[in-house]
C-alpha cells in the first residue's frame, strides 16, 4: 500500500461519520460537490485579495493552499493545519514543502512574519480557545 493511500485511510476514518455522512475537512472531491464548492469559491476570493507571505490557518490537505499560491502578487504561502496526516498529504500529493503542524491558537511564529492571513473554517475547531481576529490578526502585518 502506498504512503498516500495510508494516510488517506486514517484522514477518512478521522474525517467521516458514517452515521451522518458529514465529511468536513476531508480532501476536495470527497465530500459533497456543494460543500467542494462553497470551499473553492471561498479560497478563490482569497487568493485574489492576498500578496505577499501568506499563512493558510487550518490549510488540511493543502489543496487551498495551492490555489492560494496562484495568486498574482503572492510570493510563498505556509500551511498550517493540527492534523498531521493533511500535511503529510500535502506534502506528497501536492509536493508543498511550506507546510507547518501545529495548533491555531499557538502558532510558532514571531509577531507580524506574514503580509495576508487566511482562515476559512477554522474558528470552530479551536473550542474557543481564541477569538476569531486575535489568533489570526496578530500575525498579519499592515491593514487589518
Do not use: W
Request: glycine letters at 10%.
Amino acid at each position: 500500500m502506498s504512503k498516500l493511500t495510508t494516510i488517506l485511510k486514517r484522514i477518512f476514518a478521522k474525517h467521516y461519520d458514517p452515521i451522518t455522512g458529514a465529511s468536513e475537512g476531508l480532501p476536495i472531491g470527497f465530500g459533497s460537490v456543494r460543500a467542494d464548492g462553497v470551499r473553492l469559491s471561498r479560497y478563490i476570493l482569497a487568493s485574489r485579495l492576498a500578496k505577499g507571505m501568506v499563512l493558510d490557518l487550518g490549510s488540511g490537505t493543502c489543496y487551498e493552499s495551492s490555489i492560494l499560491r496562484r495568486g498574482g502578487t503572492v510570493k510563498r504561502v505556509v500551511s498550517v493545519d493540527i492534523d498531521e496526516d493533511f500535511i503529510k498529504h500535502g506534502k506528497i500529493f501536492y509536493g508543498i514543502e511550506d507546510c507547518v503542524v501545529a495548533d491555531a491558537t499557538n502558532l510558532p511564529f514571531r509577531n507580524q512574519c506574514f503580509d495576508t492571513a487566511v482562515s476559512i473554517e477554522t474558528i470552530e475547531y479551536t473550542n474557543g480557545k481564541a477569538s476569531s481576529t486575535k489568533f489570526v490578526l496578530a500575525f498579519a502585518e499592515g491593514e487589518h
